[in-house]
Every structure is written in structure tokens, then in C-alpha cells.
Nanobody, 120 residues
Framework: VQLQASGGGLVQAGGSLRLSCVAS????MGWFRQAPGKEREFVAA????????HIADSVKGRFTISRDNAKYTAYLQMNALKPEDTAVYFC??????????????????WGQGTQVTVSS
């Protein structure tokens, strides 16, 4: 399984970025992030059909997750970015969807990270 993330960069507070993740197959896909000196935290995940998803409370209302199965790609649209959103964002995958799957060890597949930096 391969997950290829892209779309990170430097943006001013209040700005937007869209992360993309291309998978080698059809999986539940999601995102975690890790800020310097902090543990990895769940951000969002979406079911294979795209009909179900869950978003972390810390980004709810600002971030949305979607997917295009024809392109084997998931997206994380990040709006109203804050300096505290600065982190390395990791694309993740697993076989089955669950609203409760928010732990690092619940995701079997990990892509490389992409850096998101939000300046104040």
C-alpha cells in the first residue's frame, strides 16, 4: 500500500491550503498531524464510499475531508488556518471505517508527511 501526500506549504493565518493524498488502492483514508514536541493527533477520516467521515473537534468547522475515488485521492481542505495548525500532516489508511478510529495504532498504512506552516 502506498500513500502519497502533497499540498503542504507556508500560509498566513486565516489562509487556506488543500492537502491531497493519492493511494495505491481503495481504503478508508484520513489525516493525522504532529506538531513539534507533541504527539501525533487525529485530524479527519473518510469512508471508502465517502458517505461517512469524522473530523477532530479541534478543526471542526474549518477543515473538511473529501475523496475522489476515480483518482484514488483524498483531500483535506483547511480553511481559517491558525498558527497552532502548524504541523507535519500524515496521510493514513485502513481497511474498514469506524467513527471511533482516532488512534495512531488504528491505522495500518501511513504516507510520508507534508509540512504545513501557518505564520501569524
Amino acid at each position: 500500500v502506498q500513500l502519497q501526500a502533497s499540498g503542504g506549504g507556508l500560509v498566513q493565518a486565516g489562509g487556506s491550503l488543500r492537502l491531497s493524498c493519492v493511494a495505491s488502492g481503495r481504503y478508508v483514508m484520513g489525516w493525522f498531524r504532529q506538531a513539534p514536541g507533541k504527539e501525533r493527533e487525529f485530524v479527519a477520516a473518510i469512508s471508502i464510499s465517502g458517505g461517512s467521515f469524522h473530523i477532530a473537534d479541534s478543526v471542526k468547522g474549518r477543515f473538511t475531508i473529501s475523496r475522489d475515488n476515480a483518482k484514488y485521492t483524498a483531500y483535506l481542505q483547511m480553511n481559517a488556518l491558525k498558527p497552532e495548525d502548524t504541523a507535519v500532516y500524515f496521510c493514513v489508511g485502513r481497511k474498514f471505517y469506524s467513527d471511533d478510529a482516532v488512534r495512531v495504532d488504528e491505522y495500518d498504512y501511513w504516507g510520508q508527511g507534508t509540512q504545513v506552516t501557518v505564520s501569524s
